[in-house]
């Protein structure tokens, strides 16, 4: 025997009750919509730790900066070495290809226009007469950026672009500074080079003087071989400088290289950058 079944009608749900279902759907769908960044984000850092781009993103002013020693020499290399220097052409090509992709990213955001356009000439049965037939066409099209991807692709693309530069600005000091660090130290090592020859040939002197005297019985022998082992010594303390010099310049023949290295001032004119 079974049961007899009911046939109540069933009761439609309520507006409120649709409205609770419809509540968790539209959080679901929010939480998967990504919000733009803040245009301005407070830093974290000291401000001591901030520094404003080298010469002021100037290159002329670093020009300037330099020329300040009254040396040209030390300017005219720096300028060589910038414009032969790998790390200034890998710099420049992330420069440019920070500003491609900048590029790119702006012409996303504007509409878009497509042109076509064709031409033909044939027979076309039943005719017999050749004819030419032309088409053209437009196709115009703008993405809507409804969630704020393509902005902040191309703001991204500004920030990248400002980095690469600062990065370019940095590499052109560092090598000015590499430069000019060389000089120095090249000038340095001429200077005691001019000392040690200069003190090599006070000795030899001195030596020559002593044996004089030495023959002549004014002088011990011991005295006078002090004076040539004394003159030896300044002498091959000569040659290991220049050849101290000569690694410095990477080229054991370049007494022409010395000289050319050699500042142009007298000693009472040459700048306080590299005494």
């Given at each position: 025997?079974?049961?007899?079944?009911?046939l109540?009608p069933r009761?439609?749900?309520?507006p409120?009750?649709?409205?609770?279902?419809?509540?968790p759907?539209?959080?679901?769908?929010?939480a998967?919509?990504t919000l733009?960044?803040?245009?301005?984000?407070?830093?974290?850092t000291?401000?001591?730790?901030?520094?404003?781009?080298?010469h002021?993103?100037q290159?002329?002013q670093?020009?300037?900066?330099?020329?300040r020693?009254?040396?040209?020499?030390?300017?005219?290399l720096?300028?060589?070495?910038?414009?032969?220097s790998?790390?200034?052409?890998?710099a420049?090509?992330?420069?440019?290809?920070a500003?491609?992709?900048?590029?790119t990213?702006?012409?996303?955001l504007?509409?878009?226009?497509?042109?076509?356009?064709s031409?033909s000439?044939?027979v076309?049965p039943p005719v017999?007469?050749?004819?030419?037939t032309?088409?053209?066409?437009?196709?115009a099209?703008?993405e809507?950026?409804?969630f704020?991807?393509?902005?902040?692709?191309r703001?991204a693309?500004?920030?990248r672009?400002?980095?690469?530069?600062a990065l370019?600005?940095?590499?052109?000091?560092?090598?000015?500074?590499?430069?000019?660090?060389?000089?120095?130290?090249?000038?340095?090592?001429?200077?005691?080079?001019?000392?040690?020859?200069?003190?090599?040939?006070?000795?030899?002197?001195t030596a020559r003087?002593?044996q004089?005297s030495?023959?002549?019985?004014?002088?011990a022998?011991?005295t006078?071989?002090?004076?040539?082992?004394?003159?030896a010594?300044?002498?091959?303390?000569?040659?290991q400088?220049r050849?101290?010099?000569?690694?410095?310049?990477?080229?054991?023949?370049?007494?022409?290289?010395?000289?050319?290295?050699?500042?142009?001032?007298s000693?009472?004119h040459?700048?306080?950058a590299w005494l």
């Amino acid at each position: 025997m079974t049961a007899p079944t009911s046939l109540a009608p069933r009761k439609r749900p309520t507006p409120l009750r649709r409205l609770g279902w419809l509540l968790p759907l539209a959080a679901a769908l929010t939480a998967c919509t990504t919000l733009r960044p803040p245009a301005q984000v407070a830093p974290a850092t000291p401000t001591s730790w901030q520094a404003p781009l080298p010469h002021d993103g100037q290159l002329q002013q670093l020009t300037n900066w330099w020329a300040r020693t009254n040396d040209p020499v030390l300017v005219a290399l720096i300028e060589s070495a910038q414009r032969i220097s790998p790390s200034l052409a890998q710099a420049r090509s992330r420069v440019e290809q920070a500003r491609a992709t900048q590029t790119t990213a702006r012409a996303a955001l504007l509409p878009t226009l497509d042109a076509q356009a064709s031409a033909s000439r044939g027979v076309t049965p039943p005719v017999t007469t050749p004819a030419t037939t032309a088409q053209a066409g437009l196709q115009a099209g703008w993405e809507i950026d409804l969630f704020g991807a393509n902005q902040a692709t191309r703001d991204a693309a500004t920030e990248r672009l400002a980095g690469a530069q600062a990065l370019w600005h940095e590499a052109r000091v560092s090598v000015a500074a590499e430069v000019a660090l060389q000089v120095s130290s090249l000038r340095t090592c001429l200077q005691q080079l001019d000392v040690a020859e200069r003190d090599a040939q006070s000795r030899a002197a001195t030596a020559r003087l002593t044996q004089d005297s030495q023959r002549a019985g004014f002088t011990a022998p011991a005295t006078a071989a002090l004076a040539s082992a004394s003159a030896a010594e300044a002498t091959a303390r000569a040659a290991q400088q220049r050849m101290q010099c000569d690694v410095e310049l990477q080229d054991p023949g370049g007494a022409d290289r010395r000289a050319r290295a050699r500042p142009a001032q007298s000693d009472h004119h040459r700048p306080r950058a590299w005494l």
